[in-house]
């Protein structure tokens, strides 16, 4: 299957600074998915990036794709206590696959 | 409003005693998912479909069953729920493109606690 593992396991950064996760994968994709879920809760979907696509912005949030390496990284900028969630890539076109997740904490 | 519903959304049983966990999506989408959430596991895919009657099995398929006879509707069902199989269960649902998935709508998940 193909999986994203993302990078690193955990985060905690100051309110303000900006917090980087990255996700490697293991074959090619058409596209990689990155989502968000606080505690317990359903994921929420962020940001969808294709194969063709180099990187893409929502918000705050910067995404990159590299398929040389097999790699995105989620960026968010200026972060605020409410980016405090675990952040999730996901890979794959039926058997959509997720990586474990990174646990991101901002501290006030 | 565009979701996904799961009921229940918390459910204690015994062992071995059958259950059903509904899933029903309101965006007339095509794909839908199951997926259990473990401590350090993260989330695994049970079951999904492309379509109506067309399901295909995940990666920890054993120990579940799942029926699409209608396109908003995919019930989890268990015929003899296990301790293991004790976890946090989400239902999901996407539209598809030609290059897959269009990125999933999650339900608010199912806690299930198999005694």
């Known amino acids: 299957s193909q999986q994203g593992e993302e990078d690193p396991q955990a985060l905690s950064i100051q309110e303000g600074e900006n917090a980087t996760m990255n996700c490697s994968y293991k074959?090619?994709?058409?596209?990689l998915q990155w989502y968000r879920q606080n505690s317990g809760r359903g994921l929420v979907h962020l940001i969808l990036?294709?194969?063709?696509?180099r990187e893409k912005h929502s918000g705050r949030l910067r995404v990159t794709l590299d398929t040389s390496k097999k790699s995105s990284s989620l960026l968010i900028t200026a972060s605020r206590a409410a980016d405090t969630a675990s952040y999730f890539c996901?890979?794959?076109?039926?058997?959509?696959?997720f990586g474990k997740g990174t646990r991101l904490h901002i501290l006030p | 409003e565009a979701q996904v519903t799961q009921n229940p959304r918390y459910l204690i049983t015994v062992t071995g005693k059958k259950l059903t966990v509904t899933c029903s999506q309101n965006?007339?989408?095509?794909?839908m998912s199951w997926y259990r959430q473990d401590p350090g596991l993260g989330l695994r895919q049970i079951y999904y479909?492309?379509?109506?009657?067309?399901?295909d099995k995940g990666d920890v398929p054993e120990g579940y069953k799942v029926s699409r006879k209608e396109k908003r509707n995919f019930p989890l069902i268990l015929e003899s729920p296990s301790p293991n199989q004790t976890s946090l269960y989400f239902c999901?649902?996407?539209?598809?493109?030609?290059?897959?998935?269009?990125?999933?709508?999650f339900g608010s998940g199912t806690r299930l606690t198999v005694v």
């Open positions: 996901a890979t794959g076109d039926d058997k959509i696959i």
């Open positions: 990036i294709r194969s063709n696509e």
């Open positions: 074959t090619s994709i058409n596209n």
């Open positions: 479909s492309m379509n109506v009657e067309v399901t």
């Open positions: 999901a649902s996407s539209l598809l493109t030609g290059t897959g998935s269009y990125g999933y709508t």
């Open positions: 965006m007339n989408h095509e794909y």
